[in-house]
Structure formats: C-alpha cells, structure tokens
C-alpha cells in the first residue's frame, strides 16, 4: 500500500510570488482569493454576533418570525461560505499545482491550502457551530408558530 504524502501549504508563510511558473496575473488571482478568504472569516463573526442578537430578541411580540428569518440567513449565509472557502481553496490549489498533475499523482500526495492553519480549523469549528445553532433555532421557531395557529 502507497503512502499518501500531505502538502500542507500555509499562505501567509508562503512566498508564492517566487514560483517560476506562476505569471503576475495568477498571483494576483490568488492574492484575490487569499483576502476572499479572510473576508469569509471576518463574515463568521458578524455572523455569531447575529445569533447572540437572537437570544435577547426571544421574549418580545412576534419574536418568532425574527428568530425565524434570522435562523434562515444565518443558515443561507453559512452555506455561502462553507461553498466560497472550498471554491476558493480549490482555484488556489490547481493555481500553485497544475490540475492534470494533481489526478496523475493522487494517489501519491495530497495537497492542502490554508490561509492560516489554526485560523482556519477554528473557522471551521464555528460553521459548524453556527449551523446547528441556526437549524435548532429555526425548528424552535416553527415549533412555536405552529403552536400559535393552533
């Protein structure tokens, strides 16, 4: 059995500007997708202060819609960036290693990108927090209009 090698490549450690076969424009592609990238990360916070905002919200008039329609962005906009990060990882990724050669050699190495390694495995932790978090809230807030109509 073939051991798999792990490519870890950490952007904000790597001179990627260096490589002899990247032109300026795929750098600056990468540069684009690299602050793509923190953007997203910056996004997960403005998303978990919209779910503490959810806990003073639940005692008032009608707070079942608000909770309700905050569940259901938080959720929509947790699926944008789950789908952004891998599509933006990915473009960076047959950027620094040639598509072709990445199928050829799949079964040799794997390659990973990471902004930052720690940064990005909390980002991680927090979707999926912010997932959960977002689908409990939004089955409570159905239950309680359902209770309402009936």
């Known amino acids: 059995m073939i051991k798999k090698h792990k490519i870890d490549i950490i952007l904000n450690e790597v001179d990627y500007s260096k490589w002899e076969h990247l032109p300026k424009e795929k750098i600056k592609v990468i540069d684009k997708c690299k602050k793509h990238l923190k953007e997203l ?13 959810r806990l003073f919200i639940e005692d ?74 977002a689908i409990s809230s939004m089955v409570e807030s159905v239950d309680k209009l359902i209770e309402i109509v009936f």
């Open 60 to 133: 008032y008039k009608y707070s079942e819609y608000v909770v309700l329609s905050i569940s259901i962005i938080t959720l929509i906009i947790t699926c944008y960036v789950i789908i952004s990060r891998i599509k933006a990882k990915r473009i960076i990724k047959y950027i620094l290693y040639q598509k072709e050669a990445l199928k050829i050699h799949s079964k040799v190495f794997k390659v990973r990108i990471y902004v930052d390694k720690i940064i990005d495995r909390i980002d991680i932790l927090v979707c999926i927090f912010i997932g959960i978090s």
């Open 41 to 53: 990360s910056n996004m997960l916070s403005i998303m978990v202060i919209l779910l503490l905002l």
